[in-house]
Each structure stands twice: as structure tokens, then as C-alpha cells.
T-cell receptor, first 112, second 113 residues
Framework: QKEVEQDPGPLSVPEGAIVSLNCTYS??????FMWYRQYSRKGPELLMY????GNKEDGRFTAQVDKSSKYISLFIRDSQPSDSATYLC????????????FGSGTKLNVKP | NAGVTQTPKFQVLKTGQSMTLQCAQD?????MYWYRQDPGMGLRLIYY???????DKGEVPNGYNVSRLNKREFSLRLESAAPSQTSVYFC????????????FGQGTRLTVV
């Protein structure tokens, strides 16, 4: 079993929809939770990160962490065609925070 | 700002050939990483270097070697390429100053025929 599981999609939604992306994990030592966005033929770029549990909001993006369920989510409000990309979750442990464990990525397509 | 620079961007190798992928960062980061990305598999860590002078195996190190040449440069070598090593390779770097994000290069698309 992989340490981080993520539904690969693809996920196709109309412009303006609310998008929910999710990951589950098995390692209870994970404390840093990240979401990366990767456009086609580009390297991943950090979108958001949270430490431990709770919510974090940045514009149209909200990241949620539920450590009791070992489940993290990324919500995108008012989705735009420019949000079309692959979204990867990533996690690391507090005492080994520079070793990242990535999900397989969810490909999102936002249709105009 | 250059960030993380990988060379080459594309490469085709024959089975059994060797090659070195180069990576350099200009952000004064301590940690550097090599990942491979395959469809449906996400990013898998090959090797990483937490700081200059150290290297450690990641999830899929077999068939690869690395060299942390100095603080800026981290190379990945394939001694005898195999078709299973066809992939997109990403180099990344991050700071050791508390938690910071990993910055990725643009990737090297490698095909082994």
C-alpha cells in the first residue's frame, strides 16, 4: 500500500464549479501537508501548505486537513479554465520535513 | 531568477548506454532531490541529498547513482539504461531553514529504446 493515495481522475467540471480534490494517507507522523499544481510539461509548483490539522484559505483555494481520518482536501471555488492542471498532494514528517511523499496526482479539466 | 535548472530537457538513449542528468539551483538551498514521474505513479523519489556531502536512497534507487558535486549541483547517473527507466525526471531543491517548499526544475524527458 502506498503511503499517500490520490484518485487520478481525470475530473472534468464546467467553469464556475466547486472542485474537491482529496488524498488519504497511512503515516500518522505526517505533519506538513502540501498541494502542488502541475501544468502540462512543466514542473510542479507549490499551491498551498498547512501544518497539522485545520483549514487554510488563499483566495479561491481552501486546504483542509483531518488528521483523525488521515484525509486531506483541496477545494477550488469558482473554477476557471486556467485551473486545468494536475494537482498533487504531498506530505512530510515533522522531524524529516525535507523528505516529501507525493500522491499520484489528479488531472483536472475545467471546461469554458 | 533561474531557480532550478535541469539539462538536458530531452534525451533518447539506447538500452545499455549511460548518461548523466545535470541539475543546478541558485537559491542557496541545502537539500536537493531527484524524482521520476510516470503515468499513474505520481512523483517517486530516487535519491536525495539533505545537505552538501550527504546522499540517501529514496523509494526507487536501483539503476541510478547520484553525486552532490557542491551546494549548487546534484547529478543523476544512469550507468546502463533500461527501457523501464523511460520517464520524466525532475530535480528539486528546498531549504533546511524550517519547513519550506520544494522548487522543481522543468524536467528531463528520457526515452530508452
Amino acid at each position: 500500500q502506498k503511503e499517500v493515495e490520490q484518485d487520478p481522475g481525470p475530473l472534468s467540471v464546467p467553469e464556475g464549479a466547486i472542485v474537491s480534490l482529496n488524498c488519504t494517507y497511512s503515516n500518522s507522523a505526517f505533519q506538513y501537508f502540501m498541494w502542488y499544481r502541475q501544468y502540462s510539461r512543466k514542473g510542479p509548483e507549490l499551491l498551498m501548505y498547512t501544518y497539522s490539522s485545520g483549514n487554510k484559505e488563499d483566495g479561491r483555494f481552501t486546504a483542509q486537513v483531518d488528521k483523525s481520518s488521515k484525509y486531506i482536501s483541496l477545494f477550488i471555488r469558482d473554477s476557471q479554465p486556467s485551473d486545468s492542471a494536475t494537482y498533487l498532494c504531498a506530505m512530510s514528517e515533522v522531524y524529516n520535513f525535507n523528505k516529501f511523499y507525493f500522491g499520484s496526482g489528479t488531472k483536472l479539466n475545467v471546461k469554458p | 531568477n533561474a531557480g532550478v535548472t535541469q539539462t538536458p530537457k530531452f534525451q533518447v538513449l539506447k538500452t545499455g548506454q549511460s548518461m548523466t542528468l545535470q541539475c543546478a539551483q541558485d537559491m542557496n538551498h541545502n537539500s536537493m532531490y531527484w524524482y521520476r514521474q510516470d503515468p499513474g505513479m505520481g512523483l517517486r523519489l530516487i535519491y536525495y541529498s539533505a545537505s552538501e556531502g550527504t546522499t540517501d536512497k529514496g523509494e526507487v534507487p536501483n539503476g541510478y547513482n547520484v553525486s552532490r558535486l557542491n551546494k549548487r549541483e546534484f547529478s543523476l547517473r544512469l550507468e546502463s539504461a533500461a527501457p523501464s527507466q523511460t520517464s520524466v525526471y525532475f530535480c528539486a531543491s528546498s531549504s533546511l531553514q524550517g519547513y519550506t517548499e520544494a522548487f522543481f526544475g522543468q524536467g528531463t524527458r528520457l526515452t530508452v529504446v
